[in-house]
């Protein structure tokens, strides 16, 4: 199984950054890092995705180690809307993907 | 930005009747999956759906339940025979035709079986 390690739970001043580690030992050479997070009462979001290189968007950056068994999220300043359950993922099989039971954010303001 | 819509948001339906949860993916997406949480714990894969079939299912996903793209843009999951234990948010999701590509999700239909 293509599983990830994660704290169960981080906490963070508001405006500060942020960053959530994921590990991933077991992940194939071809198999994407993908994040996602959820917001309580909601479906997953898409956050990022990330194959080798590290990644920004406008939401976040993901850092890629170079063995790529390791992987962090990170929120450049995290607010109070970021507060959520955010998900390291790999796929299993195909398009299918396994969701580990993630990390709780708190943002403190 | 295009969404994933769910409907109902909340369906109640007595123990043993048939439910039908519905979706409307984004419309340039090819490939459909339902995942099911039950309160409080993980998000689980149930299917996914591209082409016109099922290409992978999970052990959850048995007899009692079904998928259908009826029609261009619907897809629909379809629970059998509800059990007690089928109480859960059912996600659905979907993404471009390649592998390894983001899964959009919807914001759930919250199934209470009575």
């Known amino acids: 199984d293509a599983k990830t390690t994660q704290p169960n739970s981080m906490e963070s001043n508001e405006e500060e950054p942020v960053h959530l580690p994921c590990n991933h030992s077991t992940i194939s050479g071809t198999d994407y890092i993908h994040w996602y997070r959820q917001l309580p009462s909601q479906g997953p979001e898409y956050v990022i995705h990330g194959l080798t290189s590290n990644v920004n968007n406008r939401m976040a950056s993901l850092a890629i180690a170079e063995d790529r068994k390791s992987s962090t999220l990170i929120l450049h300043r995290a607010t109070l809307r970021d507060a959520a359950v955010y998900y390291c993922?790999?796929?299993?099989?195909?398009?299918?993907?396994?969701f580990g039971t993630g990390t709780s954010l708190t943002v403190i303001p | 930005e295009p969404e994933v819509t769910q409907t109902p948001s909340h369906q109640v339906t007595q123990m043993g009747q048939e439910v039908i949860l519905r979706c409307v993916p984004i419309?340039?997406?090819?490939?459909f999956y339902w995942y099911r949480q039950i309160l409080g714990q993980k998000v689980e894969f149930l299917v996914s759906?591209?082409?016109?079939?099922?290409?992978?299912k999970s052990e959850i996903f048995d007899d009692q339940f079904s998928v259908e793209r009826p029609d261009g843009s619907n897809f629909t999951l379809k629970i059998r025979s509800t059990k007690l234990e089928d109480s859960a948010m059912y996600f659905c999701?979907?993404?471009?035709?390649?592998?390894?590509?983001?899964?959009?999700f919807g914001d759930g239909t919250r199934l209470s079986i009575l």
């Open positions: 419309s340039n997406h090819l490939y």
């Open positions: 999701a979907s993404s471009e035709d390649r592998a390894n590509q983001p899964q959009h």
């Open positions: 993922i790999l796929r299993v099989t195909g398009n299918q993907f396994y």
């Open positions: 759906f591209y082409n016109n079939e099922i290409s992978e």
